[in-house]
């Protein structure tokens, strides 16, 4: 009796702990199934919904953990590193992401890059609403929303649209005509970008220039264009000057690309009358005579190198001109004469020639006044005769020092 009395206490207590054990699992495989954020790479994509879509775009349009780590990706997540977004979102930087949600974030951009494509993920939970604040409701302001959709783009008719979708290219080529060409007109006569590396064509477009009229365009910083538009802005700036010419675009795109647009849009801003780059012009044509004209032509006509002899079109030409001068072109002939970057000219050198640059095309500096320059006259006469009196002076040395030992002995 007492044996049998003992079998079933043992055995009750062995289904009091097995329901121990096995009431939790199925509580959190509940939870689980009700609460998908649980998983941290579904909780990242859900944070990348609410947060990062309204600048990037979809993520397969952003790539944003392309080539990183994971350490780098949280650094450029959270604020830590500056080469990462414009907004700092970790909490302990003034943002909205804790440590555990930037974790999430960087989870989810890294899997999606492992697998290459989209990931296979549950339904996502709506994102929040913020709720107004009493100063807001009071005033009757709207709160601006901390989740704001992608905007939507205006409606194009379908053989346009799909145009766009399909071609990158094309893609990059009407949002330069949509943002760009009220200022830089044809991308064939501005050359913005020049001579200049991605990254700094990309962060001129984010952030506008300090200085001049060119605001800042991307959407973060009060602009009108998500990250993934600017990217496909500075594609097709890549792809024109790797050609050295406008890329084949789609008729429908090529016809459309200025029709299209708002009528002043059509009317250049006015450009600012003072250049802020103040240099010396008589100087600038001396330099240039001695640098420049060997490939770009006495008067600025154009040889191995391109034509010089033209406008500039843009907001602040005599900014890239000064750029292009000092940096070279990377992969072309053109090298930086710049100092530092192992050229001959100081600051002011390369003032005076962009000084001169800028007003090759109008014609207000005649050879006839640079002749009546006498550095015009010295230099040139140099330049010109440097040969024979380099063999003007062997001669005369090699004279003398025959008649030098012959006096010896």
């Not at 008067?299 to 005599?318: E, H, I, K, M, Y």
Request: glycine fraction near 10%; charge should be neutral.
């Amino acid at each position: 009796m007492m044996r049998a009395l003992a079998r079933l206490l043992v055995i009750m207590l062995l289904v009091i702990v097995l329901l121990a054990l096995v009431t939790p699992i199925d509580a959190r495989a509940q939870d689980a199934s009700a609460d998908p954020l649980v998983d941290p790479i579904v909780h990242g994509a859900w944070l990348y919904a609410g947060n990062c879509v309204r600048c990037h775009g979809a993520y397969a349009e952003a790539r944003l953990g392309e080539d990183k780590t994971d350490k780098t990706l949280k650094a450029e997540i959270s604020g830590e590193s500056r080469r990462g977004c414009a907004i700092d979102w970790s909490v302990a930087r003034g943002g909205s992401l804790t440590v555990k949600a930037i974790n999430a974030l960087a989870a989810f951009m890294l899997a999606w890059e492992e697998q290459g494509g989209d990931l296979a993920l549950p339904p996502l939970p709506p994102q929040p609403t913020p709720t107004p604040s009493p100063a807001t409701a009071a005033s009757g302001a709207a709160a601006p929303a901390a989740n704001a959709s992608t905007p939507t783009p205006t409606s194009l008719p379908p053989d346009l649209q799909l145009a766009l979708e399909s071609n990158p290219l094309a893609h990059g080529a009407w949002l330069y005509a949509q943002n760009c060409y009220r200022c830089h007109r044809d991308y064939a006569i501005g050359r913005m970008g020049l001579g200049l590396e991605r990254d700094r064509i990309e962060r001129t477009i984010q952030g506008g220039k300090t200085g001049s009229n060119m605001p800042a365009f991307a959407l973060n910083r009060g602009g009108p264009l998500r990250s993934i538009d600017i990217k496909l802005i500075v594609n097709y700036i890549e792809a024109f000057e790797q050609l050295g010419a406008a890329p084949a675009l789609p008729d429908v795109v090529q016809q459309t690309m200025v029709q299209s647009l708002d009528p002043a849009m059509l009317t250049p801003i006015a450009l600012p009358t003072a250049s802020l780059v103040q240099g010396d012009a008589t100087r600038g044509a001396l330099l240039y005579r001695a640098y420049c004209a060997t490939c770009h032509g006495a008067s600025g006509q154009g040889g191995s190198g391109p034509v010089l002899a033209r406008s500039w079109p843009g907001v602040r030409p005599d900014l890239m001109l000064r750029a292009v001068v000092a940096q070279g072109v990377p992969g072309a002939a053109m090298r930086g004469w710049a100092q530092a970057h192992g050229g001959p000219l100081d600051e002011a050198m390369l003032d005076d020639v962009v000084a001169y640059l800028s007003i090759l095309p109008s014609g207000v500096f005649t050879m006839q006044q640079m002749r009546q320059s006498t550095a015009f006259v010295l230099t040139d006469a140099i330049l010109r005769n440097w040969l024979g009196v380099t063999l003007l002076v062997v001669v005369v040395g090699g004279i003398g020092g025959a008649l030098w030992r012959r006096r010896q002995h």
